[in-house]
């Protein structure tokens, strides 16, 4: 069963990447939720980073505030797809400095990068990756995306009533 981590630099991230945990489970989908400081428990970094693929992991999720480098190290040092979250922090210039820091990653050492704050995004991209070799997975996400499109027909429906 695969499983997905979801990281974080502080326990102040954790209402961001709450809905990261949220859509995995709906998709039953095992998460791991740690804190890893890239600043302060550097050794913690290299050790989840270097290790998580034999744990059972299959995608991380790295979110980060401020400088974020949480995301690019992880996947520095990670053969598994890293997706980042950027997290509008209160040390933060309005979300830009995270975002360019998950964003401009360089060649070579890729960080797939959502939206800021945007941790149900990182969610769902983390469950498709695995339904690309899952097939129960993969139905979950059509099942899931086909609920999408009713919405929007349902709320034109109903605003047309």
């Known amino acids: ?3 997905v981590a ?12 709450q809905d ?3 859509i995995l489970k709906g998709f039953d ?5 740690d804190i890893v400081s890239a600043h302060r428990t550097p050794e913690k970094l290299f ?6 693929h034999t744990r059972g992991i299959s995608v991380i999720i790295a979110g980060a505030g401020g400088a974020a480098h949480l995301p690019g190290m992880v996947a520095s040092m990670s053969p598994l ?3 980042g979250v950027p997290v509008k922090s209160s040390n933060s210039i309005d979300g830009w400095d995270s975002v360019l820091s998950i964003l ?13 704050n945007g941790a149900k995004n ?24 086909e609920g999408l499109k009713e919405a929007v027909y349902q709320s034109s429906e109903n605003l047309n009533k």
């Open 122 to 145: 990182a969610g769902i991209l983390a469950a498709q990756i695995i339904g690309s070799s899952d097939k129960s997975i993969l139905d979950k996400i059509i099942a899931y995306k």
């Open 29 to 33: 989908i095992a998460v791991e939720v």
């Open 47 to 52: 050790d989840f980073s270097k290790n998580a």
């Open 81 to 83: 797809p890293v997706i």
């Open 20 to 22: 990261a945990i949220d």
């Open 1 to 3: 069963m695969s499983k």
């Open 104 to 116: 401009q990653m360089p060649g070579g050492v890729p960080v797939a990068t959502v939206a800021l």
């Open 6 to 17: 979801i990281i974080m630099g502080s326990i102040s991230d954790m209402p961001v990447m």
